[in-house]
């Protein structure tokens, strides 16, 4: 293990996407999920430094987009999932559930969440994971390829994680996801005061990750579809975790 903290930078890009760079050496970089090349060159070539890795979570085109112009750009080396081979770009490590890659003087630990899509992954490097779309802060991806079963299979992965993990996500959808949170427990008021924190951020344009795990843990409404409380509190006592986890999903679709 390293004996220094992981330097973590994120890049704005698209819409509302971050690109999150993590150095792998002095100079050198990673790259999450580049959706565009240009707001990634230009803050590497600005303080002199290369891109030596390039870590895809998911095949969707916000999160692949720059990459075919990074490698021509670095001669970076592209890292995904074996099983979306034909549906990302040409990668030269492919991997699997549980494998670790090593980044220079990283390594990464990879996981596989299946849900929002088939293929997604996401990777663990020193106490930081990088989500993709499979968890955000305070809510997690559309099922696009998945069954909510298997969404909440991957939550619960993920959430069996150390409490000091600090989640970098593929999307700032930050303050959207607590006001459907606070939506389904108006009388909350722990959420009602991270919402003020969080609008104050927000309006700054602050980046709100990476924010630990643990807060996940404790107030995000898809982590806590286990919790008979939580349940009861939002009106479906009884209900299997599947079940509450499948209702709010929907909820949030249309919010
Ligand atoms: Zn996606």
Redesign the pocket.
Known sequence: MPQHSLMVEPIPALKDNYIWLFATGDHTWAAVDPGEAKPVIHHLESQGDTLSHILLT?H?H??IGGVDALRKHFGTIVIGAERDIHRLPPLDVAVTGEQRISLGREEAVVMEVPG??LGHVVYQVQDTLFA??ALFRFGC?RI?EGTPEKMWESLLKIRALPDSVQLCA?HEYTLVNLQFACSLEPNNSALQTLLRHISRQTDREQPTMPSPLDEEKRYNPFFRSDDPLFARNIGLTGQSAEQVFASIRKKRNSF
């Open positions: 998911h969707h916000d999160h929002h899509t993709g779309d991806g696009f593929g």
